[in-house]
């Protein structure tokens, strides 16, 4: 053991005043702040001072700190080596005389100043390593290390000679130390190297983890430090001021420095720190934030919002490792379940969304299978692996809501089928006998469907066969559906009668939920087994004609139905009886007529057996009385039948969905239609219009001209409609035109005039859908803008619609700030734009033509912004319309069966070229257009016609001195070499033909760039340049004779204002069209 402190210490700092070390985590003392040192007189200069003679303490704390940069085995043995050396400079011996070693050996005594400078010395050396060497990173762990253990056997030895440790923390050599180590670090933490700046930020923050206490004083300015460091410009000395001050963030640090530090680091560590969180640039800086917080209420909302991160690697590390760690995950509330779900297994990243899947079937299913045990000593339990449990699997669903997660489009399905493909104990425990189904909850009917879904889709003969194993057979199940419909019904009467109970309203979803899982398994199956066939079609025929069915219920059963008749026909007329039966309520319910004997029979008697005759004042009472009744009596019954029409149309809705035969040859969908479908779309109530609407749309598919007749009148509901009329009628006519794409013919049929003349008259209904489409892709609200986005998009890639004008809006639309605030809308257009150009050759030359019109657009659009509007820059919009029309870039198929062979960069050239022509076209635009130019890609293939097109417009833009910069005039000159050489192999190529090319020589006059005044100021310019403009153009000169004119002079393209097109209403025909006429006639139906 090491004796007293030398007395040669306590005399090398008694001039210093004593510092009081305390723990940093306790601190709650606020002082004045010491700046440091200025960075201008660094210590880190390129001369390295004089150091004095060489001592053998330097020359064996050199050897450590050389010994423990070379791998982290030998770590421990240099922190003891160093541990003895500090020994022997600090302490002495019981006799007064100065301790040796071992193989330690020293030439004299040394003090506790020389044994920490020798060791600040190796730190200078340390903090000039960069951060790509192992070496630094060795040798920093290696000084927290030797701190550590110095101060834990330091502490020992001192607070046995006190016998009490109540003073606090007692003042030793390493205490020293390490106050003398932060100070170098302190002052080099502000340096102009980031090197330095990364490893003193390092240093810090690993000592500041690694030891208990620090000077109170040193505490503070070391917060202050990296609290400034939270700023830097480099993000690894970012990550480092994260990994030191996450530690602080629960140390109960809302206090405010308004003190002690100016406005920059004024405020709490964890408010600094969770602003850095949501806001730092640095992938890394928020992940080391993610996973060095501490999990508080406070934290936690701020670490969850990371599952939306635009670093894959920290959203996994989300998943992976935070929320693991975070504990039983039913601490967590039902919205951030669900969300944490949705965002992670929906993730673009593949690895996230297996972090994700791994997550749910591993640990939240083992937080209910198996909840964390309390020992006796009050510590946690050792985890075991639990056994399959079916009541786990089902609290965990509990736990997601799958009542509302287990929606078509919930998030549950994919979650249970992560679950499913990953645990096969599962999948071999759940079991499906007869207690099974008699009671089902939401959970055991939602296990049930997902697991008879993932076996079913796997394709895995085994997993099939085992799910045989477990269902029952079709007849079997078909009674138990039926009970369970028996269930929903009387459970929707109970909520009818008292609509105000929660309990029965609760029920009423629940046995829903169960009934739609029945009716998703029931479509699944097997009906090659005729008994089992023909039971499951009489259950649900007869469930079918419930009125108290829900819709969601109402559509599976029509598709389970469809599955188990025969032909469409048959089909139809069930479905139309359906009907019949269910219309049929409306008069059975009728209590009016259902008393009419009975009140005509007390009327009568009341009359005849009277004392005296009724007075009028007695009429009249009656008669009030009366009145009020049937007012009533009228309100409930128009209310049952909307009601009961609404789901007659539904029925028809699901019936039309399922079939595929013409309408004109089906004598019950024509009855059908008249019956039903015309009526309701003449009917003055809402709802019962804009469903008679849909389902009118789903007839006109399956016939041609019915289609034809009712478009007028489905662009008479845009016109006219509300924003949900509108978007109904927007999805009606995409999908008519879809069915039938000959309905945009751009001409009828001939007519033949009095001379005898054949005309052909042009579709009176493409000025009115164009219309349609552009007044959609303009709409104030958000959902009309995107189905006429999406619908004209489905159009423009099956080239029904080929307008340019159209096409302009949808590129227009994706650069406006304005759509911003449209996802959807964006999305559509961000697939639709490149699979459109990429697929068809012409389709890019279409995008190519409208580019230059589009580009002066957006500039336009682009002064006009308010300050609060953000806009890509033109230039950026210029790359992306040429990445989008690079040939190079087209699909295997594309052009195959196309007449057109230019491509979209040689257009996009011509129009570039003939814009910078122009008169009005000006410097910056000239600018923006010569750069594109640069990024076009002429390929040898185009024809000759368009090349030679383009190099005569080069050559006028050097006549006419557009380039007047030298970079601009480099980027023509190559253009033109390249497409010089294009022209000059076509030549070779085609001299045996009958059509040569005409000849590519340049003009004298395009190659004298100094001939006229102004151009010699360009020389030195031109020297400097990318190649010599002279040289080039003299490269092209072969055979070409001199220009007809000094240069084609082109009109402004300003673009001329659209023509307002005005309302179309569609003339009335003579027969057939009375429902066409009264709609178009009255308004106000609308």
């Known amino acids: 053991m090491p004796g007293r402190t030398s007395v040669r210490a306590n005399r090398a700092n008694r001039s210093s005043e004593p510092s009081t070390t305390v723990s940093r985590k306790s601190s709650t003392t606020t002082l004045k702040s010491t700046r440091a040192p200025s960075t201008r007189s660094s210590a880190f200069a390129v001369q390295i001072p004089d150091e004095g003679p060489s001592t053998s303490l330097r020359e064996q704390v050199s050897s450590v700190f050389g010994d423990a940069q070379r791998g982290n085995a030998g770590q421990r043995k240099s922190v003891v080596t160093l541990r003895k050396l500090q020994e022997l400079c600090c302490f002495e011996s019981e006799g007064g005389k100065a301790r040796r070693g071992g193989l330690l050996l020293l030439d ?143 140390a109960g640090d809302d206090e405010q420095d308004d003190e002690d530090s100016d406005d920059e680091t004024a405020g709490g560590v964890l408010a600094r720190l969770r602003e850095a969180l949501q806001h730092d640039p640095s992938a890394d800086v928020r992940r080391a934030l993610l996973l060095n917080l501490p999990f508080t209420p ?228 097997d009906y090659s087994d005729e008994m089992g066939r023909r039971k499951m079609f009489q259950i649900m025929r007869e469930a079918l004609a419930l009125v108290e069915l829900p819709e969601e219920c109402t559509r599976l059963v029509v598709e389970i139905l469809r599955a188990v008749s025969g032909t469409e ?185 009095a001379d005898g003349d054949t005309t052909m008259e042009p579709n009176p209904l493409i000025k009115p859908i164009y219309k349609m489409y552009s007044k959609g892709l303009r709409s104030p609200d958000p959902t009309v803008q995107a189905t006429a986005c999406t619908s004209l998009a489905k159009l423009m890639l099956a080239s029904t619609i080929t307008d340019p004008d159209l096409l302009k809006q949808m590129v227009f639309a994706y650069f406006d700030p304005e759509t911003a605030s449209n996802p959807s809308l964006r999305q559509g257009l961000t697939y639709f734009l490149p699979v459109f150009c990429h697929s068809k050759m012409g389709n890019a030359v279409a995008l190519a033509r409208i580019s230059v019109s589009v580009l002066n657009t957006l500039a336009q659009r682009a002064e006009d912004l308010d300050e609060e509007e953000e806009m890509v820059g033109i230039g950026s ?34 129009e570039l070229l003939e814009k910078i022509l122009t008169p009005g076209c000006n410097k910056e635009e000239r600018k923006t257009y010569i750069s594109l130019l640069s990024k076009l890609h002429i390929t040898p293939t185009s024809p000759p016609s368009n090349l030679q097109s383009i190099f005569d417009l080069i050559n006028e833009c050097f006549e006419g001195k557009v380039a007047a910069e030298a970079s601009t005039r480099n980027t023509l000159t190559k253009l033109q070499n390249s497409v010089s050489k294009i022209l000059a192999t076509s030549n070779i190529k085609l001299e045996r033909g009958d059509s040569p090319v005409e000849s590519t020589e340049v003009t004298p006059e395009a190659t004298e760039l100094n001939a006229e005044g102004g151009a010699e100021e360009d020389g030195k310019e031109e020297e400097d340049g990318d190649g010599d403009v002279t040289l080039g153009m003299s490269m092209m000169t072969k055979s070409m004779g001199a220009p007809d004119a000094e240069g084609t002079v082109f009109g402004d393209f300003d673009e001329e204002d659209e023509e307002e097109v005005g309302t179309v209403v569609g003339e009335a025909r003579e027969e057939g069209e009375t429902l066409l006429e009264s709609l178009l006639e009255d308004d106000t139906a609308m």
């Open 108 to 250: 004299r005594e040394y003090e506790e100043v020389d044994f920490n400078g020798e060791v600040g010395r190796c730190l200078g050396r340390v903090l000039g390593v960069r951060k790509s060497e192992p070496v630094g990173d060795r040798l920093v762990k290696f000084l927290g290390g030797f701190l550590r253990v110095g101060s834990e056997k330091d502490n020992a030895l001192f607070q046995n000679e006190d016998g009490d440790a109540t003073d606090g923390f007692p003042e030793t050599p390493t205490s020293r130390l390490t106050t003398h180590i932060l100070t170098i670090a302190l002052q080099a933490i502000t340096a102009k190297d980031k090197t330095v700046r990364y490893r003193a930020t390092q240093l810090i923050a690993h000592i500041f983890n690694t030891l208990d206490s620090v000077d109170d004083q040193l505490f503070h300015l070391i917060r202050l430090a990296l609290l400034k460091r939270l700023r830097d410009k480099e993000s690894i000395v970012r990550v480092q001021a994260v990994m030191g001050l996450g530690p602080l963030a629960d």
């Open 298 to 525: 406070g934290t936690l909302p701020y670490l969850l919002e990371r599952a939306r991160d635009l670093d894959a690697a920290t959203r996994r590390a989300l998943y992976s490792r935070l929320l693991p760690a975070l504990g039983d995950f039913r601490h967590l509330s039902l919205t951030h379940r669900e969300k944490l779900l949705r965002w992670g297994l929906r993730d673009r990243d593949e690895n996230v969304r297996k972090a994700t899947a791994r997550l749910f079937r591993e640990r939240w299913i083992e937080d209910c299978a198996a909840p964390q045990e309390v020992g006796e000593d009050g510590t946690a339990a050792a985890p075991k692996v639990p056994e399959p449990s079916m009541e786990a699997l089902m609290e965990l669903l509990e736990r997601i809501d799958v009542n509302n997660s287990g929606l078509e489009t919930g998030i549950a399905h994919e979650a249970m089928r992560e679950f499913w493909d990953g645990r096969p104990d599962y999948r071999e425990h759940v079991t499906f006998e007869d207690p099974f189904f008699d009671e089902l909850s939401p959970e055991s009917a939602f296990i049930a469907r997902t697991l008879t879904d993932f076996c079913r889709k796997s394709g895995d003969t085994k997993l099939q066969s085992m799910l045989e194993d477990k269902m029952p057979e079709v007849t079997k199940f078909a009674f138990l559906l039926q009970l369970h419909i028996t269930k929903l019904v009387e459970a929707v009467n109970k909520v009818g009668e008292n609509p105000e109970d929660p309990e029965a309203e609760e029920e009423a979803v629940q046995q829903e939920f169960c009934v739609e899982q029945l009716l998703h398994m029931a479509s699944t199956l």
């Open 569 to 753: 026909e048959e089909f139809a007329s069930i479905v139309l009886e359906a009907i019949a039966e269910v219309h049929d309520t409306i008069s059975e319910d009728d209590p009016s007529q259902a008393d009419d004997a009975d009140e005509s029979f007390h009327s009568a008697r009341s009359e005849l057996s009277g004392d005296s005759t009724p007075t009028k004042s007695q009429k009249s009472k009656k008669s009030k009385s009366t009145e009020g009744e049937d007012e009533e009596v009228d309100e409930e019954k128009a209310i049952r039948e909307i009601q009961v029409n609404m789901k007659c149309l539904h029925i028809a809705q699901c019936m039309l969905q399922n079939v595929q035969c013409n309408l004109e040859q089906s004598s019950h969908l024509r009855t059908m239609l008249n019956n039903l479908v015309v009526p309701a779309v003449r009917s003055q109530e809402a709802p019962i219009r804009e469903r008679g609407l849909r389902s009118m749309g789903l007839c006109c598919l399956l016939s041609k001209n019915l289609s034809e007749e009712n478009l007028t009148l489905f662009l008479h509901c845009f016109n006219k409609g509300h924003e949900a009329l509108q978007d109904i009628a927007l999805q009606i006519i995409s999908d008519i035109l879809l069915t039938h794409p000959t309905l945009l013919s751009q001409s009828t049929s001939p007519t033949i005039d």
């Open 877 to 910: 919009v210029a790359a992306q319309i040429a990445d989008w029309i690079d040939p190079r870039k087209m699909a295997p198929f594309a052009g195959k069966g196309e007449e057109v062979e230019v491509d979209g960069h040689v257009v996009l050239a011509e």
